[in-house]
């Protein structure tokens, strides 16, 4: 019956949309921890802190490349996530396809 | 050839009365006004029929009745049963056990008369 | 260079520009065109209000001292923008389903609709704020001084003085133009949306211009970065850290921000774009400021203020066109800020400062005239964009316009962050309290003001430096830079780190250890489970999106299977090809009542009716939702407890059944019995009239005789209808008692003659006169009846071949108790219990009782307050009547 496979497609377009929400949810803890990173850098007159200190090109491109990059998955979020409502964990996108399973 | 009835009842006045129609009809009547031992009254008597009262002191006309229906020599002996009560309930119950005939207080003497002729033809004609 | 008048014109010029942007834009909305107006870019463009005068000079200022901490600023709201789904989302939904107009408004809501807490929050946004506006305004005078040839103290003055007027005026003109419910203004957005574009355009081409223009290419750019003093990666972890929690906490508490972002929404998944679309706009007006510092340090004179470096570098060069488009950015990123913030500020001033008051005088004069109200409000709202310009002007002129730009913006951010512990509790914890809220606000704004504000005045500014160093009264622990001993930290560190968590603190164990009230509870189950009763984002219209809708939430309810096969039933009913139905009336409430079953009336009610209905739900609804959910969660136990009671009633309910079962047969009974009784004369009446009537030939003694039965079955009819009738006066206590005075023995002489009259048989009765002459006072008629009964059954049914009756006198205490005694054979012992009760014939009795006299008896002697029983342990029949003795002693 096509209700049946609807249905199997259904709960498995579910669980994707699950799974993108939570790396939706772990994308900020990811960028906190990205850019909490640069604080265990050696500092210059540091003591404690051995090696040569960072130079300022390198700080830019680190942190100018992890901004973007926490852009570029919040954009693709985003867009992955544009047909659905925002509140609806389980949505059904459209009316089940009859012709869904072949 | 002689009829004999036998009347199971405990008002005096009744008694008196139905003895006095039924023997004007021709009828032996023999009374007997506790229910405790009417059955060996009915055997020892052997009546042609029986007039029974429902309410009787000592043993209740149904159960009187019950036992008469029980015993093969008077299992087909024609009753008449005779209530004051008047419970419709009374009348199934009575017509369960077997009664040929049932009758509420108080009753019109022909239709007591007829009754009891009617209830001897039948007894005959079998 | 140019003129300071041209740069006046052009300012003007580009402030004319907003207006008619805006008028336009006004119109559109009006009209109902302009879509565009209301799309996910013109929102993000929107929310860049956050970029202020002090980004687009301070932060190359802040760059040129502290290296790369500024993006600090920016990386706070990138980090909140990309885990909008987790909060930002959350605190949308709210401001649009509880049409929330500003940050005080939403926190008033939540703890209760308190005013105390609104006011308190307005003060907070109004204290913090101004200093920020103090700094836009301190930003547009630096740069007109830039230009400026001549008095440039006189230039600063007179340019922000102007500055204040000016903005106050385009605020007044948009911001209060019109009252909307929703507090939305399409001109204002749109207006701000342009200054976004062209400050971001105006920073881009700076930075271009450097990089490319005067560094040579990016590696280029970057060697000199490497070399430049600020060339190594130099940041402080406490800062670093602090600042991007407070930047944090502002892209949500700033009012202006709260403003753009939550209250002008249009539409929830606008969030979905500026997600990753904002947090793109800070990357690149942040992209440039390295550059441009380290290209600033490099090529201007040293001492030169490296806040202004945006300006004077490219005027420096000889770039004066580029200079004044980046005059024209600064002057946007500040405008902006300060029209919207003055705007959003009045909202709070009006709505929960003025209102209040103006309500209160008002209260029993009637003022509810809407035009009345109307005109308070607006008037209240230009004035309080005036007062705040006004405030934020003496505030730039007091502190002298020296400190840093950075610094101030970051007092700010620290003022306002103390909202953050009240507003995510209230957002996302239900046992937040208004107490919790209040408490941790007052102490987080106390000890901003005295560990950052208060010093930020400078050295004997509002505190004596001696407090500075030695702290107030020479108490060392309570130096506002050192508090409790913690020393050495950075003062925004160290005001934060205090003040937040002594706020955080106090708010979370003073809602625990206060209880809400019911508005509280009820607003705070709605904020923190908005999702699950509110309405969808706008724009799920169309039959079969709303289907979909109600599938989605059926299937939630009522679990997948029985989703699926009500929603495959109902579209089969309505003869529909696919799986869904059409959301017709009838199958919306078949739909409900399947709903009801699971969660309850109201709630499914509430739920099918924000996606069916489209509006917003009732606050009935969900006072209704919220018994519900309490009464399933908050009251089972007293659920059990009425279970039990219920048990219990039912029992009862079970006994009084059985109960009035036996009644009614004993009704049926009683009436069998009647009925007995009653026909058992007539039969002998019938038939002896009939035996009268149709014999013939019956002799006259016969005749005789049959009268004479018919008479006596009369008579026995009669005194059995006149027992029935006595028993039930009696029964029914409707009978009047005679009382009267008299002595026992007179009583028994009378009821001795009534009973043995006309009698043929012989009993010999046997008294002592001398007890029986006590006075009585009881009804004398009623008490003569009962002994008439006692003496005439002893008289009937003593069975002695000399019947003998002895009655015996005595006084027992308080009682008098007559006795009657015969020497027959009594009654049978299994008899004696049921010699009460009606038609209860000992024996087949022919004396024409029916059986009521002992009843009628016992029935007479309890309306006496006496009683009557029947004596165990004599020979023969015995009874004894109790009378009480107060009657008699009365009578004495």
């Not at chain 2, 009575?94 to 108080?106: D, L, Q, Y």
């Not at chain 3, 209704?624 to 399933?632: F, L």
Request: net charge neutral; proline share 4%.
């Amino acid at each position: 019956m096509s209700a049946r496979r609807t249905s199997v497609f259904l709960e498995r377009e579910t669980y994707r949309r699950r799974r993108i929400m939570d790396a939706a949810r772990l994308l900020p803890i990811l960028g906190v921890a990205l850019f909490a990173i640069p604080l265990l850098w050696p500092k210059p007159g540091d003591p404690a802190t051995a090696g040569d200190p960072v130079p300022m090109s390198v700080a830019v491109l680190y942190i100018f490349g992890v901004w973007a990059g926490l852009i570029v998955l919040a954009c693709l979020f985003g867009l992955k996530s544009r047909g659905w409502g925002p509140d609806r964990a389980s949505s059904a996108q459209s009316p089940p396809k009859r012709d869904g399973g072949g | 050839m002689s009829r004999k009835v036998l009347l199971i009842e405990d008002e005096l006045n009744i008694i008196e009365a139905i003895r006095f129609l039924l023997s004007r009809d021709g009828w032996t009547v023999h009374t007997h006004a506790n229910g405790a031992d009417a059955v060996e009254e009915v055997i020892r008597v052997a009546p042609d029929l029986v007039v029974l009262d429902m309410m009787l002191p000592g043993r209740s006309g149904m159960d009187i009745l019950r036992d008469l229906r029980a015993a093969p020599a008077t299992s087909d002996l024609p009753v008449l049963m005779l209530t004051a009560r008047g419970q419709s309930r009374d009348r199934d119950m009575a017509e369960k056990a077997g009664v040929n005939r049932f009758m509420t207080k108080p009753f019109s003497n022909s239709e007591v008369l007829e009754t009891v002729r009617d209830l001897l033809a039948e007894a005959r004609q079998e | 260079m140019a003129s300071l008048n041209t740069l006046v014109a052009i300012c003007l010029g580009y402030v004319a520009l907003l207006f008619v942007v805006a008028a336009l834009a006004e119109r559109a909305a009006a009209m109902g065109r302009g879509q565009w107006l209301r799309s996910p870019l013109i929102y993000t463009l929107s929310l860049s209000v956050y970029c202020t005068g002090w980004t687009f000079y301070g932060a190359v200022g802040y760059a040129a001292r502290s290296g790369l901490e500024y993006v600090t600023i920016y990386i706070g709201p990138t980090l909140v923008m990309i885990g909008w789904w987790w909060g930002l989302r959350k605190l949308v939904r709210i401001g649009r389903s509880q049409r929330v107009t500003s940050i005080a408004d939403l926190l008033s809501s939540r703890y209760g609709k308190s005013n105390l807490l609104a006011i308190g929050v307005t003060i907070l946004c109004v204290m913090s704020v101004t200093p920020y506006i103090a700094l836009q305004l301190q930003s547009i005078a630096l740069s007109m001084s830039v230009f400026a040839e001549g008095d440039v103290a006189r230039t600063k003055a007179v340019s922000a003085f102007w500055a204040a007027i000016g903005l106050g005026v385009f605020a007044i003109l948009f911001g209060t133009r019109n009252l909307d419910a929703n507090e939305r203004h399409h001109g204002v957005v749109i207006a701000i949306a342009l200054e976004a574009v062209v400050k971001l355009l105006a920073l881009l081409a700076v930075g271009i211009f450097v990089v490319w223009g005067l560094a040579g290419g990016i590696s280029d750019t970057l060697a000199r970065i490497d070399a430049s003093e600020i060339g190594q990666w130099e940041v402080d972890g406490g800062r670093w850290t602090a600042i991007t929690l407070l930047a944090a906490a502002a892209i949500i508490c700033l009012p202006r921000m709260f403003q753009v972002m939550v209250v002008e929404n249009e539409d929830e998944r606008h969030l979905r774009v500026a997600a990753w679309a904002f947090p793109l706009y800070l990357l690149l007006i942040s992209l440039f400021v390295i550059p441009i510092a380290v290209v600033g340090l490099d090529l201007m004179p040293a001492g030169s203020n490296p806040d202004l470096f945006v300006l004077s570098l490219p005027l420096s060069q000889g770039n004066e066109g580029l200079a004044m488009l980046a005059f024209i950015g600064g002057f946007s990123s500040a405008t902006s800020m300060v029209i919207v913030a003055a705007m959003a500020l009045s909202i709070m001033v009006s709505n929960h400062l003025v209102m209040p008051i103006y309500l209160s005088t008002k209260v029993g004069r009637g003022a509810s005239i809407s035009g009345d109200v109307r005109n308070v409000v607006l008037i209240s709202r230009r004035v309080a964009i005036v007062v705040i310009l006004m405030l934020g002007y003496f505030y730039y002129r007091l502190s002298g316009g020296g400190a840093a730009l950075a610094a101030i913006g970051l007092i700010a951010f620290a003022g306002i962050a103390q909202i953050l512990p009240a507003l995510v509790g209230g957002l996302f914890w239900r046992g937040a309290t208004r107490a919790g809220a209040l408490t941790g606000l007052s102490i987080g704004f106390a000890l901003w003001i005295y560990t950052l504000l208060l010093p930020g005045f400078g050295a004997d500014g509002a505190l004596a430096a001696s407090v500075m160093t030695d702290g107030p009264f020479g108490i060392g622990w309570l130096r506002p830079y050192g508090l409790f001993g913690i020393t050495g930290l950075d003062p925004i560190v160290h005001s934060a780190l205090w003040s937040l968590s002594l706020n955080t603190a106090a708010f979370i164990a003073v809602s625990m250890m206060t209880f809400p009230n019911p508005v509280e509870r009820l607003q705070g189950a709605q904020f923190v489970n908005v999702f699950d009763h509110s309405m969808g984002p706008r724009g799920w219209t169309g039959s079969v999106a709303q289907s979909e809708d109600l599938m989605i939430m059926a299937q939630r309810i009522l679990g997948p299977e029985e989703a699926r096969a009500l929603f495959q039933r109902e579209a089969a009913k309505q003869g529909a090809r696919g799986q869904l139905p059409e959301p017709t009336p009838s199958f919306v409430d078949t739909l409900e009542r399947e709903l009801s079953g699971s969660v309850g009336t109201a709630t499914a009610h509430a739920m099918v009716g924000q996606i069916v209905g489209g509006s917003a739900v009732s606050v009935q609804d969900l006072m209704a939702v919220a018994d519900e959910s309490a009464q399933m969660l908050e009251y089972s136990s007293q659920l059990e407890t009425k279970s039990a009671e219920l048990t219990r009633t039912a029992a009862k309910l079970r006994e009084a059944n059985e109960k009035l079962t036996q009644i009614s047969l004993q009704k049926d009974a009683f009436l069998s019995q009647v009925s007995h009784e009653l026909r058992t004369p007539m039969t002998s009446i019938r038939a002896f009239s009939e035996i009268l009537r149709d014999e013939a030939g019956l002799s006259g003694d016969e005749k005789e005789r049959y009268a004479g039965v018919i008479h006596d079955e009369a008579l026995r009819l009669t005194r059995l209808l006149d027992d029935l009738l006595d028993l039930s006066v009696l029964e029914s206590g409707q009978v009047s008692l005679n009382t009267r005075g008299g002595t026992l023995g007179h009583v028994l002489d009378r009821a001795l003659s009534a009973a043995l009259a006309g009698s043929s048989d012989r009993i010999t009765v046997h008294r002592r006169a001398e007890d029986e002459g006590i006075a009585i006072r009881s009804d004398l008629d009623r008490l003569a009846q009962v002994f008439i009964n006692l003496i005439s059954n002893a008289r009937k049914y003593c069975d002695a071949p000399q019947p003998e009756l002895t009655i015996r006198v005595r006084a027992l205490g308080d009682r008098l108790t007559v006795d009657f005694l015969d020497n027959g054979s009594g009654v049978p012992r299994d008899a004696r219990a049921l010699v009460f009760e009606k038609f209860a014939r000992v024996s087949g009795d022919k004396a024409g009782g029916a059986g009521l006299g002992l009843a009628i008896c016992r029935e007479i002697m309890e309306r006496l307050g006496g009683d009557i029983l029947y004596l165990d342990g004599h020979s023969g029949g015995a009874f004894r009547v109790i009378l009480p003795m107060e009657g008699a002693m009365a009578a004495q």
